[in-house]
């Protein structure tokens, strides 16, 4: 390095390697890049540490109105009344109790429209006035 005879760093040598068309400015670049990623991730985690800590206080402020309902007396013998969606075989059974039942009602509702549309019918196309007995519910049955 080569410097005064009495300082301590007179017979050091410095060890450089020449990095052609290299700048400072590269440097720097690189410096404040890193910075920048070093204080993205510390902000990545202080953000997952507060969701954590949210979740915690969420879950413990759950906990106490659980606790708060436990003692309900409103409640029948203190159990929790959890609806469960129905099985396929409840499903099944349900279905077998009644059968045909929309396929009834929806059959019920179009011979009502046909039997409102017949007097129209024959209003426009001139024909003879559907007759009472044609509006006798006896002669639609189900079949």
């Known amino acids: 390095m080569g410097s005064r005879r009495r300082s301590p ?44 800590t949210d979740f915690y206080l969420r879950s413990v402020e759950r906990g106490k109105h659980f606790l708060a309902a436990d003692g309900d007396s409103s409640r029948p013998n203190g159990s929790w009344a959890f609806a469960q969606r129905p099985t396929e075989q409840e499903l099944r059974a349900r279905k077998a109790a009644h059968p045909g039942g929309r396929v009834r009602a929806r059959l019920a509702h179009a011979q009502d429209q046909a039997r409102s549309n017949r007097g129209l019918l024959a209003r426009i196309f001139g024909g003879p006035p559907p007759s009472e007995s044609m509006r006798d519910p006896k002669m639609f049955r189900d079949s």
Do not use: I, M
């Open 9 to 52: 760093f007179r017979y050091d040598l410095w060890n450089l390697k020449y990095l052609h068309r290299f700048t400072w400015s590269h440097l720097s670049e690189h410096l404040a890049f890193e910075r920048q990623v070093r204080r993205q991730r510390l902000r990545a985690e202080v953000a997952q540490a507060k969701r954590e």
